[in-house]
């Protein structure tokens, strides 16, 4: 494996957990990795309910607390939103944007991705952006134009100095929740092709590609569980996983964890 990129196992327990059981499963995946070497970075992104909770318990661990979405403005009147200031002082590090759940139902666009990227970055989180094709698309042999159309739109007017802080997660729609994975090699031409994409939006005509781009982390989403991640991991451009359903339990998830504990120490400087 030639990539020096980091290693990600992100946890996105979506619309699931309450109190107590939000502390109980971020206090488990703490306990298990206490002390381990060679960990991938592990992220939790729980309900906006849970982040002071999960976020008192993981700390001093190597547990980071990430939200699965946030407005693209500071504050005012936007009833029901919250902001990257407000997650910030809650010790979160990392969010989830352009989810195809917020696309799909509550109207999330290209657009709108792109403002809450460059929110992320202003308030130094860390955007997981997540793209990927609807079953429809695939069919009709659109998946690599919707890759590329949606990567590049999430980048209009980003430095490319902020290359260093993002992270991108495919996410075939038709392999969310389903149970369906997308097959190892495909996964790992897709992420290629969006790294492929960041490197020509920031390549000027012929001159040299962007060394930055080759650095960014792309993770694979959709039904990843113990039994598919090595697979998936030991692929050349698969730098980890966004998980859903099987980040809702501590043993699950821990066995990802311990995948991608592989995959770290096969790429010792992508830690
Ligand atoms: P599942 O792992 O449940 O398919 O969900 C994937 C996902 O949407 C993570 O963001």
Redesign the pocket.
Known sequence: MSTQRKTIIAG?W?MNKTMGEGKDLVSAIAAATKGKADLPEVVVCPPFTLIHEVAEAAKGSAVKVGAQNMDYRDEGAYTGEISPVMLTKLGVTHV?IG???RRQFFGETNGTVNLRLKAALKHNLVPIV?VGETLDEREEGLTDAVIRRQTAASLADIDETDLETIVY?Y?PVW????GKTCEAAEADRVCALIRATVNEFYSKGEGPKSSAADQIPVLY????KPSNIAEQLALPNIDGS?????SLTAPDFVALIEAGSKRVKLTPSGA
């Open positions: 996105n979506k989830i989810h195809s759940e997540c997660a996410e392999a969310i929740g389903t989403g959709g039904s990843v966004l998980v859903g359903g099987a």
